[in-house]
């Protein structure tokens, strides 16, 4: 059954619940802060604004939020220099080309029966108007997004790799949920998108977007949450091996580390051993596939270094 805004209980726990229970039917454990953030974006029409380390969760909560509500995801991928025309719309520069030819064409039976030159300039305005007219307008991420007939969740990925300049301009965007063409006016949504602004803390972002956002934090899960995590993703891991896997890499976190693994790789690396049909685990094995773990080879010297240490920790963790 979709879920909608106007389906949620009205009791708010009791809604928190349901919330909750539907991103996990869609793959996706959350936590209860998780899903007041969410609840409180659905009910207020604002945006998250969702930052942590990379790996936790915050793309793939787009994802499963578009499971559950049974809408498009439209992504936008940040990176430095992406300006309006990737991101909102383009002129379709061939198709007008095109226009004009005909129009070229066909002045002569455009001018017929005009009886002067201000009558000829109208017809010829009008024309004109059509040049920048939807028909040859190429709609971007954003704009998408804004004219989904259903609406649509709208994911705007790493936004703190884009420039200040292009988060500026998402300001419009994020508060009316609306957006300003020089030729045609403003555009307002058809249905205002649920809206995702994701960010890794490479930079600082501006007061002026924090403020037309709501905020969440999602930091890496505890214990108890990252066995969960692993049981949803991974069900073919065996239990004791699941509290390992878990228990490993929580102490592989505390290592003065380049980059920690994250959710995701956790994910991959109890995927790996059900592929290697792995009873246990074992100091060779481990060290076979810590790269799957860690990307950068000083991290995965230190953790062979305290490979021994590890390896203890986990087994007494696991019982």
Request: hydrophobic share 45%; with cysteine; net charge negative.
């Amino acid at each position: 059954m979709k879920l909608t805004v106007s389906s949620l209980p009205k009791d708010v726990p009791e809604a928190l619940s349901t919330l909750r229970a539907s991103l996990k039917a869609a793959g996706y454990l959350g936590s209860t802060d998780i899903a007041t953030a969410l609840f409180l974006a659905l009910k207020l029409g604002k945006p998250i604004l969702i930052e942590g380390p990379p790996g936790v969760g915050k793309t793939e909560l787009a994802r499963a939020t578009a499971r559950v509500l049974d809408l498009p995801l439209i992504r936008l991928q940040c990176y430095e220099g992406l300006d309006e025309a990737k991101a909102l719309y383009e002129w379709k520069y061939g198709k007008q080309l095109l226009y004009t030819q005909v129009l070229k064409d066909k002045l002569s039976d455009l001018m017929q029966g005009a009886t002067g030159l201000k009558e000829s300039l109208a017809r010829l305005h009008d024309f004109d108007d059509t040049f920048f007219s939807t028909d040859f307008l190429e709609p971007r991420p954003l704009l998408k997004a804004l004219q989904a007939p259903e609406g649509a969740v709208l994911l705007i990925d790493e936004i703190d790799k884009a420039d200040q300049e292009f988060e500026a301009f998402l300001l419009e965007i994020l508060q009316d949920y609306q957006i300003s063409i020089p030729e045609l006016g403003t555009l307002q949504a058809t249905v205002p998108p649920v809206c995702f602004l994701t960010s890794n803390n490479t930079r600082e972002l501006g007061d002026a977007l924090k403020r037309r956002c709501l905020h969440l934090h999602i930091p890496y899960p505890g214990v108890a949450l990252e066995r969960e995590i692993i049981a949803l993703q991974v069900p073919a891991l065996a239990d004791r091996l699941r509290e390992e896997v878990v228990a490993f890499v929580q102490a592989l976190r505390g290592l003065d580390l380049k980059k920690a693994p994250a959710v995701s790789e956790t994910i991959d690396w109890a995927r790996t051993l059900v592929l290697l049909h792995a009873p246990e685990l074992d100091a060779d094995f481990v060290r076979q596939t810590l790269n799957v773990l860690l990307k950068f080879e000083d991290d995965i010297q230190l953790a062979q270094g305290e490979l021994t240490t590890l390896l203890s920790q986990a087994r007494k963790a696991a019982g």
